[in-house]
């Protein structure tokens, strides 16, 4: 396979762009690919190599590379008459409308630019509406490029995981770790009535896959509604991805008081979200008194894309789709992991899918979920599936980037290099392409 174009892309980029990227994780070994164009669920790069890509914008793109046609309708139409106007739009009320009526936790919402904007304002907002400080995090949730949560270590001993964050953030965040109620119930215990919110992914989607165990949401639940504390959940990625037009919290039934959205809620185009009650909601400015504000907020072309893509998914077999096929490649993936690792663990739910190249497990091929984990206390493998971020980080990471994902690029097949982020299915894929991908996964597994 040749790369030449692709390195040279990469050559001039390192001279006038930090690592030669706009977003660090897009820096795969040994260069980047660079994308000319897609096709379905293919991506053909600059060399003119065609790849079934499962990364899919690691995660906006519910609809492979080509737009139904009504999505690609209401794009056009809203890009005729100038990109946007500093004014309130028709069309951003309605999706505000559609979103409110599928999400049960949702009866206002704020649109914005990105998932790490709508968690910097979820925090803020919590932060105005306890009259609190304290937040509380997973380690190894991902929240996106926020000082509040780009911390780690213990809820007694926090730090900043990146140059350029000031200690004093990190004081007022509390790390534990994902699934251990017991961790939960301890934090509450010590900081409760300085606790502002519980900022959680319903599913470690960014260092996982991890699924939650049996009940853990609902501790969160109790816990945060017994101290007076908001239960955020960010379905950046979960939202219209897990549980349909519904997202994750109707799949677990679970209401948060708070929801972060981002990634498929703007079709493919920039965007973020923060929805809830309306008495939470209307904290932020003008109606409340939490500064928020954003001169491309609710973009008219953003709106467009976000709502017909979400009407369309409505209308049509396409949360079916995705999910069968979610389904082919994790009993598929299974199978061969069963014959050549078992102690690989499949992960994922719905569109979901990824391989934690985890160290033990049982050898048995019967001893699995057989669809992907699903933190199932009867499985035999229950004792040895990730729980936490650090069991993912404790997995065969650089056999995953530095082998695996190096020979399935070879083989035409496009997963995340990065081992934390997960693999998507979507409407443009067919079962051609999952039978292919499990070929690969024989040949190079
Ligand atoms: C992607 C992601 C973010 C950050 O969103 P950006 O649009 O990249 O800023 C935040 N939270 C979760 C769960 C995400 O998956």
């Known amino acids: 396979m040749n790369h030449e174009r692709s390195r040279q892309l990469y ?3 390192l001279s006038v762009a930090p690592g030669g990227v706009n977003s660090s994780v897009r820096a795969t070994m040994p260069h980047p690919i660079f994308a000319e164009r897609g096709d379905g669920g293919h991506v053909i790069d600059a060399d003119g190599n065609r790849y079934i890509d499962w990364v899919m914008g690691y995660g906006p793109l519910l609809y492979g590379h080509d737009l139904p046609e009504p999505v690609e309708a209401a794009i056009q139409s809203h890009t005729a008459g100038g990109p946007m106007y500093g004014m309130p739009t028709e069309i951003e009320v309605e999706h505000a409308e559609f979103v409110a009526r599928h999400v049960p936790s949702v009866e206002s919402i704020r649109f914005v630019n990105s998932g790490t904007e709508a968690t910097v304002s979820a925090v803020r907002l919590a932060r105005g509406y306890t009259g609190r400080e304290k937040v509380v995090i997973m380690q190894g949730g991902y929240h996106g490029a926020q000082e509040s949560t780009l911390v780690e270590g213990t809820s007694d001993s926090a730090h900043p995981s990146t140059a350029g964050v000031p200690e004093a953030f990190a004081e007022h965040t509390l790390p534990i770790p994902f699934n251990d109620v017991e961790a939960a119930t301890e934090v509450f215990a010590e900081y409760g009535d300085d606790i502002a919110a519980v900022l959680v992914e319903p599913i470690l989607a960014n260092n996982g896959i991890v ?78 008194d939490v500064f928020q504000s954003g001169t491309f907020s609710g973009h008219p072309v953003t709106m467009a894309a976000g709502k017909a893509s979400l009407e369309y998914a409505a209308e049509n077999d396409v949360y079916d789709h995705v999910n069968r096929l979610g389904r082919m490649l994790r009993e598929g993936i299974t199978e061969i992991c069963a014959e050549r690792a078992p102690e690989y663990t499949v992960v994922g739910t719905d569109s979901m899918f990824k391989t934690v190249f985890t ?47 190096q020979g399935m690029k070879d083989e035409g097949v496009l997963l995340t290099a990065n081992q934390f982020e997960c693999q998507f299915t979507s409407y443009a894929h067919t079962e051609e392409d999952v039978e292919r991908t499990l070929e690969a996964y024989r040949a190079v597994l």
Do not use: N
């Open 211 to 288: 699924m939650p165990v049996d009940g853990y949401h609902e501790t969160l639940r109790d816990l945060c509604t017994d101290h007076g504390s908001l239960l955020i959940f960010d379905e950046v990625i979960t939202g219209f991805r897990v549980g349909g037009l519904g997202c994750a919290q109707s799949a677990l039934g679970v209401t948060p008081d708070v929801t972060t959205f981002g990634k498929i809620i703007g079709g493919g185009f920039p965007v973020g979200a923060i929805g809830g009650t309306a008495e939470i909601i209307e904290g932020f400015t003008p109606a409340g």
């Open 11 to 13: 050559d001039r980029a």
């Open 359 to 405: 160290r033990e497990g049982p050898t048995s091929a019967a001893d699995c979920c057989p669809a992907g984990c699903l933190q199932d206390p009867e499985c035999g493998r229950y004792g040895a599936c990730p729980k936490t971020g650090a069991d993912v980080a404790a997995a065969e990471t650089d056999r995953w980037e530095r082998v695996f994902w």
